[in-house]
């Protein structure tokens, strides 16, 4: 059972990121940008969005090495923010799009969890499916480009400051290692990630 439920979890996490990246374009066009929709990513087919480290093999090293937490990425779908009606505020607009999808796919696996809970199989399932959508949601905010936090974070600033912190995006994801080396968010990320998990679940994981 232990096999059957790592490929469940490793096909609800890529489900989930798919998810992220396809509403990232999707708000994108309803705003006026038609790029992601014209190269074919609006879509739930993953294997357009598939990044071979980022949705392959570091979900299954994770699971090798029995890593507490499951996460990655798709590639990122295309966006010309200069194409949308506003492209200050309509960036924050598409960047809020990824995490709060994960967050609307959390609370429905929530729901699942809750429903068939009966199946020692589905409850776990299910469980994975909000965790993972939680850790999704809640990294994806952290206000460093070009993590989404950092873009709606550029969106929302004075103009000043949004240039400021948009200079750090080529050296975003270094920042986001090293921080994690730091364990910066085991003291930030996963706590909430914890407390959010026990108001869906109902103290499981605790």
Known sequence: MQIQIYILAIIILIFSIVVHEVMHGYVAYRLGDNTAKFMGRLTLNPIPHIDLIGTIIIP???????????????????????????PKRDSVYVAMAGPVSNFVLAVVFAIFYHLFSFSSLLGIVFWY?????????????IPIPPLDG???????????????????????????????????????????????SKLLLGGLGS
């Open 60 to 86: 299954v090293l994770l699971i090798v090495f029995k890593s507490p937490i499951l996460f990655g990425w798709a590639k990122p779908v295309p966006v010309n923010f200069n194409n949308l009606h506003n």
């Open 150 to 196: 950092g873009r709606i974070a550029v969106g929302l600033l004075p103009w000043k400051y949004s240039c400021m912190l948009e200079r750090l995006e080529p050296f975003g994801l270094y920042i986001v290692i090293v921080l994690l080396f730091l364990g910066f968010f085991n003291s930030t990320v996963f706590p909430l990630v914890e407390y959010l």
């Open 129 to 141: 499916g909000v965790y993972i959508n939680l850790i999704l949601g809640v990294f994806n905010l």
